[in-house]
Nanobody, 116 residues
Framework: QVQLVESGGGLVQAGGSLRLSCAAS????????MGWYRQAPGKQRELVAT???????NYADSVKGRITISRDNAKNTVYLQMSSLKPEDAAVYYC??????????WGQGTQVTVSS
């Protein structure tokens, strides 16, 4: 079982920056893709960004130019650097990971609140 632990969420002013981190536990499973989804109240969970172990990145159109995803393979950690935050970015952000075997894992979520 892979455990994902997110950190870095909190309250930020609109226009501010925040960096989220997600660390995956060591379980003997190799992690391929890691990424971030978010879910605002009353809305579907949506993809924010993903990154493969090889470094292939996929961003949602809504965050391109404002968000950078990166990872440290040695630490099994993925980061989400966010800037120019908008109230619309407020959501619970969930870390996700997919092993090379195709197993999917989710973190518990971290709250990002953006004040006007």
């Amino acid at each position: 079982q892979v455990q994902l632990v997110e950190s870095g969420g909190g309250l930020v002013q609109a226009g501010g920056s925040l960096r989220l981190s997600c660390a995956a536990s060591e379980t003997g499973f190799s992690i391929n893709t890691m990424g971030w989804y978010r879910q605002a109240p009353g809305k579907q969970r949506e993809l924010v960004a993903t990154i493969t172990r090889a470094g292939s990145i996929n961003y949602a159109d809504s965050v391109k130019g404002r968000i950078t995803i990166s990872r440290d393979n040695a630490k099994n950690t993925v980061y989400l650097q966010m800037s120019s935050l908008k109230p619309e970015d407020a959501a619970v952000y969930y870390c996700t990971a997919v092993s090379v075997a195709g197993n999917n894992y989710w973190g518990q979520g971290t709250q990002v609140t953006v004040s006007s």
